[in-house]
């Protein structure tokens, strides 16, 4: 039984492709966050959309 699987990110990944491709992204969102939108928006919105975004890709990406 193969755990890869196609997703939405049109590439075959394993869970831990999905997690890592997870944790890249939430790391990149709250960096543009920071630097761009902190002032107008606290960061735990940006923790919160990182975390769906992380969640998302790990089941469907």
């Known amino acids: 039984m193969s755990s890869r ?13 999905r997690v890592f491709i997870g944790v890249v992204l939430f790391v990149a969102i709250h960096l543009i966050w920071m630097r761009f939108i902190e ?15 992380m969640l998302a890709i790990i089941r469907w990406g």
């Open 5 to 17: 699987k196609p997703g939405f990110l049109r590439m075959e990944t394993n869970l831990f492709d």
């Open 39 to 53: 002032l107008y928006v606290p960061l735990s919105v940006a923790t919160a959309l990182s975390i769906v975004v």
